[in-house]
């Protein structure tokens, strides 16, 4: 029996998507950190559609859509903010002409959570060179691109833990410059 605060318009968007990219909802749960018994009773309009906004944000994320295309999702009151680095990075993943679905699938399937909560601006990009290094794979980027990308998330983590990058700037060009000259990109 149907519950009446379904909503069939959201239930369907999801199902759509499902079939249209064939889109194993075992997948679908585990990159929007839900069960996939959750899943098939959302497809399957047994319980009501999320109003949670992390679960529809992502997936928003996933589906290359906005949330608010979801009658449940409420702009939420803090304002989300972009770092250069994520925009470079869905940047990058349209320019090598990707959905945010094949640049997940690229990734094991215990990676791709976080990579949603990134892209979607809940989590900042990984700091781990080696990290950045599958993306950079992943997205083709070259030795600059990735040490560039590398280098501003480098920095925010250093701001946000009081380093004064004015102050120490002869520190930080020496940090960069020996840190560039010691990777290995291949």
Not at 89 to 118: G, Q
Not at 148 to 154: E, G, I, L
Not at 155 to 184: P, R, T, W
Request: charged letters at 30%; glycine letters at 2%; aromatic letters at 10%.
């Amino acid at each position: 029996m149907k519950k009446n605060n379904v909503s069939k318009d959201s239930s369907k968007i999801v199902a759509d998507f499902l079939e249209k990219t064939k889109l194993h909802k075992k997948e679908f749960a585990q990159m929007i950190g839900v069960t996939l018994s959750y899943v098939y009773n959302l497809i399957d309009e047994n319980v009501p559609f999320s109003t949670r906004s992390t679960t529809l944000e992502r997936i928003a994320t996933v589906m290359d859509i906005n949330p608010e295309e979801f009658i449940e999702y409420q702009i939420p009151q803090d304002i989300v903010t972009y770092s250069e680095n994520l925009l470079m990075l869905k940047d990058l993943i349209k320019f090598n002409n990707l959905t945010t679905l094949d640049f997940l699938k690229m990734f094991e399937r215990k990676k791709r959570l976080e990579l949603v909560d990134i892209l979607r601006g809940a989590k900042p990009i990984q700091i781990d060179f080696l990290e950045l290094k599958q993306i950079a794979s992943a997205l083709s980027m070259s030795k600059e691109e990735l040490f560039s990308m590398w280098k501003k998330r480098m920095v925010e983590y250093l701001q946000e833990g009081g380093f004064n990058v004015e102050n120490n700037k002869k520190l930080l060009d020496a940090m960069f410059s020996c840190a560039y000259n010691s990777i290995e990109y291949s």
